[in-house]
């Protein structure tokens, strides 16, 4: 099966920059797949601009899915996945986006082939182990990396393209 990296596009300009409150071990936790660091739902402040934009997807700190389009192909592929909800504030222009923390599985997939720095916060390019990854998952996040690597499958890929979502990209990933 063919997966991919799924990514919040970096040509926007403007893409709201999430200041996350809470310390680096609950963000730690929140990768490892521990969600009950964070509370069902939740108020992060953004930085405050009356240009910043609210992307279908946040991947910086926290894989976050704002409501619509690949929030529901999600849904479709994923309907056993849970969500924190999330409200994204910018206080002094007075705005507020809500969007989705998924309690997506955390899979130990990272081959030793991947080409990424010493600690594995960047990786140049994702090889999985397709031994550990079933062949009836369509998301997933990769573990045991100091990164947030969301991967989909190809159908699930394709549903979100369909539906014509314009802030996203996809990388594909190497499987061995």
């Given at each position: 099966m063919d997966y991919f990296v799924l990514n919040q596009d970096e040509r926007i300009p403007y893409a709201v920059q999430v200041i996350y409150p809470n310390s680096v071990s609950q963000r730690q936790d929140i990768l490892c797949g521990n969600f009950s660091a964070i509370k069902?739902?939740?108020v992060i402040k953004v930085s405050p601009s009356k240009f910043n934009y609210y992307p279908s997807i946040l991947c910086g700190q926290l894989f976050l899915?704002?409501?619509?389009s690949v929030k529901?192909?999600?849904?479709?592929?994923?309907?056993?996945v849970i969500s924190n909800t999330i409200y994204l504030i910018d206080s002094q222009n007075k705005t507020m986006e809500i969007y989705y923390l998924p309690h997506l599985p955390v899979l130990d997939c990272y081959s030793d082939s991947s080409k990424a720095n010493l600690d594995k916060s960047v990786i140049h390019e994702l090889v999985l182990r397709k031994d550990v990854v079933p062949n009836n998952i369509d998301i997933f996040r990769v573990g045991n990396i100091n990164t947030n690597l969301v991967v989909?499958?190809?159908?699930?890929?394709?549903?979100?393209?369909r539906r014509r979502v314009e802030d996203i990209s996809f990388s594909q990933v190497a499987t061995c």
């Open positions: 069902k739902s939740t899915v704002k409501k619509g529901e192909a999600i849904e479709l592929y994923a309907p056993d989909v499958s190809l159908r699930l890929s394709e549903s979100i393209l």
